[in-house]
């Protein structure tokens, strides 16, 4: 019965070194793409449960997303630019030639531009007998003329000016 009791604890012991030698010489499960990225051998898990090709798939759609954007915002602030542009210069061409200098005053908060005269045809365009067209109310020349208020004040001034009507025709617009 000794031998016996002794025999049993002797494959416990055995069986216990045994295991622990198992573990020792039983590689951990290692990752493959952490080992590549970081460049040192990465064990704790393997390839197959790894988050980071899955990180960096995201971060490249979120790259790639912001750049999306930003190619959006610029296609947009070039349209806007080019019809802006085209409104400028139909709005140039349509401009009628200004037969008479008038003046650009203020009244509280209105702008009147009284005085003016403007052929009824535009710049380039030569027609028999002409024609005029007077303009002496308030509001927006441009609509009419094609002439901007503040157009019209550097034309009376003979230039660019500061005076109240060209700080109320910028709070107006």
Known sequence: MVTTVLWIVLGAVLLSLLQAAVRTLRVPPACSWCTR????EVTGHTTQQ???PR???????DIDAVHQRDLER???QLTEHDERRTAERARTAAKLRVEQI???????REIHV?????STYPF???APGG?????????RPEQTSGWTVEELHAMTHGGAYTCDVARLARTLR
Do not use: M, N
């Open 74 to 76: 610029r296609d947009r």
């Open 102 to 108: 008038g003046t650009v005053t203020t009244r509280g």
């Open 55 to 61: 990180l960096a798939e995201q971060q490249r759609a």
């Open 124 to 126: 380039g365009v030569e």
């Open 131 to 139: 024609g005029q067209q007077a303009y002496a109310y308030q509001g």
């Open 50 to 52: 790894c988050q980071g």
């Open 114 to 118: 009284p005085g003016w005269r403007f």
């Open 37 to 40: 990225a970081s460049g040192h």
